[in-house]
């Protein structure tokens, strides 16, 4: 079963008082709904945000002959957060184990990408595995503390949704195809197709405020991997991390990366349905 916020955190209170407020139905009651969606969406990017602003102060701000290097403060800085979050009852036991599940998943898949050369990071690091500084994993982990946070939230439902082995299935396909790719054909094309016929006819249903409203799940893959697009660029223009083509200067990463954070975007949410569970609006036949 899902967990539904209901004052379990900070958050949770603040949001009851928000929902119980007495708005009349009509204009007035679209704009408070529309911003009210704005908020809770702006909370449940809250540890990606703050993993952005550490990105960018440091790239402009890190002092050249600072004590630790600047990738070390980022790891242990993500560090802080995270049990400042536990601490502030900003998050839940539950999304902390999601965020870990994320760090050690991204993690491997760093080691692996670094070694064939499919990006690097360019700064020195005494917290690293291999030339994977270790900040990079929770990079990794805020995409998945985001779909938690937002899945508690909003209360997802979900209509039409496919078998919950087979949704394993092709996360762990996905998976296996960033890796496998660099020796066999790349079968993201497939995964694609396979993606489109397993969730194609699945919705989900969100509750910004007192509606139910509904969403291609389809869809809400695409905005949140563009989301991670725009995300990466931040990453890259701060010299988070560098892909090869960047190495001689700065350039907006390839929007074909976009079909990359889309794949990641099934594993990511897959494994946070195995976490929360799928809470449904209709039976499957």
Known sequence: MAEVDTGATRFGRIRARLERLDIAPGPRAWVFEFLLFGFKQGWACLFGGLMLALLLGTHFLYPTHAPIHRYDFLTLAALGIQIAMLALRLETLREAVVILAFHIVGTIMELFKTQAGSWIYPGPSMLHIGAVPLFSGFMYAAVGSYIARVWRIFDF?????PPIAATALLAAAIYINFFAHH???????????????????????????????????????????????????????????????????????????????????????????????????????
Not at 157 to 161: I, L, N, T
């Open 157 to 161: 439902r979900f209509s039409h949704y």
């Open 183 to 285: 020796w066999l054909p790349d079968m993201r094309h497939v995964l694609f197709l396979a993606a489109i016929l397993l969730f194609g006819r699945c919705s989900v249903h969100f509750t910004p405020w007192r509606t139910s409203r509904r969403m291609p799940l389809l869809v809400g893959f695409f905005l949140v991997a563009s989301f991670i697009w725009m995300a990466e660029n931040i990453g890259t223009f701060a010299r988070a991390w560098t892909y090869p083509d960047q190495r001689e200067g700065w350039h907006m990463v390839s929007v074909s990366k976009l079909g990359s954070w889309y794949l990641l975007m099934i594993i990511s949410f897959v494994l946070v349905s195995l976490i929360h569970g799928i809470r449904r609006t209709d039976q499957i036949r």
